[in-house]
């Protein structure tokens, strides 16, 4: 079946340094993997999606390349800043249907002065 | 623009008591309504969607129930209370028509945490 495997729960570091956010998937169907963030107090908000094999993706200075080869989509950063302090959660398209979309448990960044 | 209201913001249940929760999403038409339920430390788990007024789809039940009495409006409802339904309920909206959340943005409110004793 479907499903969405972020490796780290917790992760923390220091202001500046590489941020790095593991998302493996597996799935049925043809990709379609996201990343949303969820700062403290707020609502789930879509910072990446992609669809398609070997192209980065950017947005608000993270980046993602969707490879299908090894059912990843991690997310990254150059330069952690303490406002990237969030929750963020990998999620796949459902085989069962456009209308659902399949989470994965989340990691908690916490960035560091 | 538009705007998503989820109420209430917390609520702290007994067991076999009954629930109700709402979601009003203002500023666009016939949008693609969305609940989702997180269980303390874990993922968000999809439970209902809805593409127009008076029909909803079961994505998991959970003993729960959905409704979409008005255009704006999506309700999450329970005439009894389990324990196992402690966690935090989200609504979200997606543009309307076809997709779904594979090809447009989810849009999430706020949440509801729910506290079942």
């Known amino acids: 079946g479907d499903s969405v495997t972020q490796t780290e729960g917790l992760v923390t570091l220091t202001e500046g340094l590489p941020v790095m956010l593991n998302c493996t998937y597996q799935t049925a169907y043809s990709t379609f993997l996201f990343w949303y963030v969820q700062h403290l107090n707020e609502a789930p908000k879509l910072l990446l999606k992609s669809s398609t094999d070997n192209k980065r993706t950017e947005h608000q200075g993270f980046h993602a390349t969707l490879h299908k080869s090894s059912s990843s989509f991690h997310l990254q950063k150059s330069s952690a800043q303490l406002s990237d302090s969030a929750l963020y959660y990998c999620a796949l398209r459902a085989s069962s249907g456009s209308w659902q979309l399949i989470f994965g448990s989340g990691t908690q960044l916490t960035v560091m002065p | 623009a538009q705007t998503i209201h989820q109420w209430p913001v917390a609520e702290i249940k007994a067991v076999g008591s009954p629930l109700s929760l709402g979601c009003t999403i203002k500023?666009?038409?016939?949008?693609?309504l969305y609940w989702y339920w997180q269980a303390t430390g874990g993922t968000l788990q999809q439970l209902f969607y809805?593409?127009?007024?008076?029909?909803v789809e079961s994505v998991v039940q959970l003993n729960l129930s959905a409704s979409r009495p008005k255009d704006d409006q999506f309700i999450l409802s329970t005439e009894k209370l389990l324990l196992s339904h402690s966690g935090f309920y989200l609504c979200?909206?997606?543009?309307?028509?076809?997709?779904?959340?594979?090809?447009?943005?989810?849009?999430f409110g706020a949440g509801t945490r729910l506290s079942v004793l």
């Open positions: 809805s593409i127009t007024v008076g029909q």
């Open positions: 500023g666009k038409s016939s949008p693609n």
């Open positions: 979200a909206w997606s543009l309307p028509g076809t997709g779904g959340p594979s090809q447009n943005t989810l849009y």
